[in-house]
């Protein structure tokens, strides 16, 4: 460890960095509305908010992993940091949704956030806290869904929209003078160089499938311009792959890590899916008409409150994932997240006009969010050499993001076709779910039975 590294502050900086910057991407999706009617936006150009920011963050993510791989840590925490600052300033000024939405571009570089942040555990922690560190930081993501969407009612009932980004970007400008002040210099272990080529290719193929995804609902799924951009996808993706597999220093090192990385990845994209897709359906569940015969007509604070305690339960879970890895080992661990994944999405399939069966299954995604991801990044933590942990951890977050956009844009294209949608299209969409939860099931069963100790990083091994 470095002689200058104060492990507790860096974490709790960590933390609040990772805290703070997702209750602020995640206020603004149930605020749309309220953005839209603010700048006179249509449907489909407010929906560049979100987009913005995961087109930037999948572009940005792998290539600021492996950026923190090679050179100090410390200063690209810091650019980051700033950058998401600058895009909070910019759209909490901008009267337009043009510059509302570079704003979001700007703040999609926050998606390194988590990875970034692994990288510098690995640097500033002792081996006995790395894992649970890693917890924490899932944790806190995890919570502070819950915290974004208490937030927005909080904030939009009383003041303009423009304060889900004041309120914020005051917190990231605290966040960031504390950063300078305490967070050490993290070297590299070992120099190298970026894959360029492989950073160009992989980009071009998340943008392109993700802006795809993103535009399908508008454009349809049939279109030729969705296919078009799958295709295109495809191939500059299938590039990559063939470029990794030959560059002697790879973007994304394709055989680091094995199987426990693969699981880790897939279990990324399950989440991100499952997760976008419930959390979609059980606020439409709960507002829904009771004259529907699924709906429970819940106000706001209602669903709220529905949706609450799993990412309660989610952060408190991730920080016990590290005893219960040496009590039933990693791959129960995730198994047992797995399961819970499933088991939320049955519980939805139930749940037709029963409110207690939705917030159940409210509350068991949380548990197999805050199990799944604190699990995954910890493999990715104990099966890669240190100086690569930032670029494949990123590599797993950018997963998350692409399944995220799959579950949301599928999931809503299916509850899309009437005001009121029909229980038909809910089961459609949760057996959907299901499908793709039980693929995490089977990367779990899949995980080799193993304990792996943390090494040192390069800084503690020199104290």
């Known amino acids: 460890m470095s002689t200058s590294a104060k492990p507790g502050p860096v974490l709790a900086v960590l933390i609040g960095a990772v805290l703070v910057y ?3 991407e995640t206020m603004l999706t149930p605020a749309l509305p309220t953005i839209q009617h603010g700048i006179g936006a249509t449907t489909a150009e407010v929906a560049w908010v979100l987009t913005g920011v995961l087109l930037a963050g999948a572009v940005c993510t792998p290539l600021v992993g492996r950026l923190a791989d090679l050179h100090d840590k410390r200063p690209i925490l810091l650019g980051v940091l700033l950058t998401v600052c600058l895009g909070a300033l910019v759209s909490a000024v901008s009267p337009s949704i043009v510059g509302l939405a570079a704003g979001q571009v700007l703040q999609g570089a926050g998606l390194s956030l988590v990875p970034l942040a692994l990288g510098i555990l690995r640097h500033t922690q002792s081996p006995e806290r790395v894992k649970k560190a890693s917890g924490m930081l899932v944790g806190a993501s995890a919570f502070s869904v819950g915290l974004g969407l208490a937030g927005t009612g909080l904030i939009v009932g009383s003041l303009p929209y423009n304060w889900l980004f004041w309120f914020p970007l005051m ?3 605290v966040i960031t003078v504390v950063a300078w002040r305490i967070v050490p210099p993290c070297p590299p272990a070992k120099q190298g160089t970026v894959d360029w080529l492989g950073a160009a290719t992989l980009s071009a193929g998340l943008f392109a499938l993700l802006f795809g995804i993103s535009q399908a609902p508008y454009w349809g799924w049939s279109s030729l311009g969705f296919v078009a951009l799958v295709i295109t996808a495809a191939v500059l993706l299938a590039v990559f792959v063939a470029v ?5 220093e790879p973007l994304v090192d394709l055989h680091l890590g094995g199987r426990a990385v693969l699981v880790a990845c897939v279990m990324a994209g399950v989440l991100g899916y499952t997760t976008t897709a419930s959390f979609l359906m059980i606020p439409i569940l709960a507002s829904a ?5 699924y709906g429970l007509g819940a106000a706001a604070g209602a669903i709220g409150a529905i949706l609450i305690p799993g990412t309660v339960l989610g952060a408190v879970a991730a920080a016990f994932v590290p005893r219960l890895e040496r009590l039933v080992g990693a791959k129960t661990v995730m198994i047992v997240a797995a399961a819970a994944t499933l088991t939320s999405t049955v519980l939805l399939l139930m749940a037709s006009g029963n409110g207690v069966l939705l917030a159940v299954s409210a509350t068991v995604a949380g548990l197999g969010i805050g199990l799944g991801m604190t699990q995954a990044m910890n493999l990715v933590v104990v099966s890669v050499p240190e100086e690569r942990i930032a670029s494949v951890s990123g590599l797993g977050w950018v997963l998350r993001s692409v399944g995220g956009t799959i579950g949301g844009q599928l999931s809503g294209s299916l509850l899309a076709g009437s005001a009121v949608p029909p229980w038909s299209a809910f089961t459609t969409a949760m057996w959907l ?8 099931v089977v990367g779990g069963i899949a995980l080799r039975s193993r304990r792996i100790a943390v090494e040192p990083g390069p800084s503690l091994r020199r104290a």
């Open 289 to 293: 008409p009771v004259s529907t015969g």
């Open 171 to 173: 917190l990231l400008v």
């Open 22 to 24: 997702t209750a602020l």
């Open 433 to 440: 779910d299901a499908a793709v939860a039980v693929v995490a």
């Open 244 to 248: 990794e597999l030959r560059t002697p």
